[in-house]
């Protein structure tokens, strides 16, 4: 059975520790679970805290984590999630910054 092929691995530190993490695989084929034919983790935390994280493990399907809460996530193209993401991001350390 082919394997999934990693299309992206990103891992950027910023000056005040926040780690910002993407990883995204291309499944072999898709199947009803991730019909884009996507596996995807994306994340923004700060000391071991996450801040932001939009992934689509199995048995949960696409959905993001915006500080404690989870809720369903529409995915409509790489590109897009990619932008959800880092817009989420840059809003909660601008938040984390104000505080």
Known sequence: MPKA??????????PDG??????VWQLPRP???????LKYSLYCGQNGKRLV???N??????????????EAYVFNTLEQLIQDF????F?????????
């Open 86 to 89: 880092y817009s989420d991001a």
């Open 53 to 55: 994280g939009y992934d």
């Open 91 to 99: 809003r909660m350390i601008k938040e984390l910054n104000d505080e």
């Open 5 to 14: 092929e990693l299309l992206i691995r990103q891992r950027d530190v910023l």
């Open 31 to 37: 199947d009803a679970e991730r019909p884009h034919g």
């Open 57 to 70: 493990e199995r048995g949960k399907g696409d959905h993001r984590h915006i500080k404690t809460r989870e």
């Open 18 to 23: 926040i780690l910002i993490e993407l990883k």
